[in-house]
C-alpha cells in the first residue's frame, strides 16, 4: 500500500469538507479551496480524519492514490494555515513595493515591473523594499505566482543579482581571468 496514501488526513478545528463523489470543497479561516479528484478514488470523512482509498494494487492506482491524499492534505492545510513564499531580491536599486493589492519591481529594466495577483494571492512588502512575501490557500497558486516573478530577473551567477527564493544560495562563478602570456 501507498506510504503516503495510507495516511490519515486530520481535520483541524473550524474546518468544513463537502465530498460529492470525486468533487471536494474544503471551506475554512483561509479561504475555500475545491478539487475534483479521479473517479477511481475514494474519498470519505470519518468523524476528525479524511480517509483515501484505491480499488486496485495497480500501477496506476498506486501512483493516484499518493497524489490524491497529498493534494487533499494540501487543500486542508492552506484553508487552516495557509501557505507562504518569501523571496528577496539582491541587486543595487533592486527594490519592491506594494501599489493597493499589486506589486510593483523595479529590478534593473527599462520599466518598473507590475504582477496583480489572482484571487485569493496576497503580496506583502517588507518595510526593507528589498524582502516580499506571496501568500495564499493554494499550495500550487502561490508557488507558480513566486516562479513567475522570479522569471523577471533569475539570479546570475557572476554578480549574485536578481530575485531569490528566500534561503536559496547562488552558486558563484569566477568571471573572465586575466591573459596569460
Given at each position: 500500500?501507498?506510504?503516503?496514501?495510507?495516511?490519515?488526513?486530520?481535520?483541524?478545528?473550524?474546518?468544513?469538507?463537502?465530498?460529492?463523489?470525486?468533487?471536494?470543497?474544503?471551506?475554512?479561516?483561509?479561504?475555500?479551496?475545491?478539487?475534483?479528484f479521479?473517479?477511481?478514488?475514494?474519498?470519505?470523512?470519518?468523524e476528525?480524519?479524511?480517509?483515501?482509498?484505491?480499488?486496485?494494487?495497480q500501477?496506476?492506482?498506486?501512483?493516484?492514490?499518493g497524489l490524491?491524499?497529498?493534494?487533499?492534505?494540501?487543500?486542508?492545510?492552506?484553508?487552516s494555515?495557509?501557505?507562504?513564499?518569501?523571496m528577496r531580491?539582491e541587486?543595487?536599486?533592486?527594490?519592491?513595493?506594494?501599489?493597493?493589492?499589486d506589486?510593483?519591481?523595479?529590478?534593473?529594466?527599462?520599466?518598473?515591473?507590475?504582477?496583480?495577483p489572482?484571487?485569493?494571492?496576497?503580496?506583502?512588502?517588507?518595510?526593507?523594499?528589498?524582502?516580499?512575501?506571496?501568500?495564499?490557500?493554494?499550495?500550487?497558486m502561490?508557488?507558480?505566482?513566486?516562479a513567475r516573478i522570479?522569471?523577471v530577473?533569475?539570479?546570475e551567477?557572476?554578480?549574485?543579482?536578481?530575485?531569490?527564493?528566500?534561503?536559496?544560495?547562488?552558486?558563484?562563478?569566477?568571471?573572465?581571468?586575466?591573459?596569460?602570456?
Amino acid at each position: 500500500m501507498s506510504r503516503v496514501g495510507r495516511l490519515p488526513i486530520p481535520i483541524p478545528n473550524g474546518v468544513q469538507i463537502n465530498i460529492q463523489g470525486v468533487k471536494v470543497s474544503v471551506k475554512g479561516p483561509k479561504g475555500e479551496l475545491e478539487r475534483e479528484f479521479h473517479p477511481d478514488m475514494t474519498i470519505r470523512q470519518e468523524e476528525t480524519v479524511l480517509l483515501v482509498s484505491r480499488p486496485t494494487d495497480q500501477r496506476n492506482h498506486r501512483a493516484l492514490h499518493g497524489l490524491t491524499r497529498a493534494l487533499l492534505a494540501n487543500m486542508v492545510i492552506g484553508v487552516s494555515e495557509g501557505f507562504q513564499k518569501r523571496m528577496r531580491l539582491e541587486g543595487t536599486g533592486y527594490r519592491a513595493e506594494a501599489q493597493g493589492e499589486d506589486l510593483v519591481l523595479n529590478v534593473g529594466l527599462s520599466h518598473p515591473v507590475r504582477f496583480t495577483p489572482p484571487p485569493g494571492i496576497v503580496f506583502e512588502v517588507e518595510k526593507g523594499y528589498r524582502t516580499f512575501t506571496i501568500a495564499g490557500p493554494d499550495k500550487q497558486m502561490v508557488g507558480e505566482m513566486a516562479a513567475r516573478i522570479r522569471r523577471v530577473r533569475p539570479p546570475e551567477p557572476y554578480k549574485g543579482k536578481g530575485i531569490l527564493y528566500e534561503g536559496e544560495i547562488v552558486r558563484r562563478k569566477a568571471g573572465k581571468s586575466g591573459k596569460i602570456g
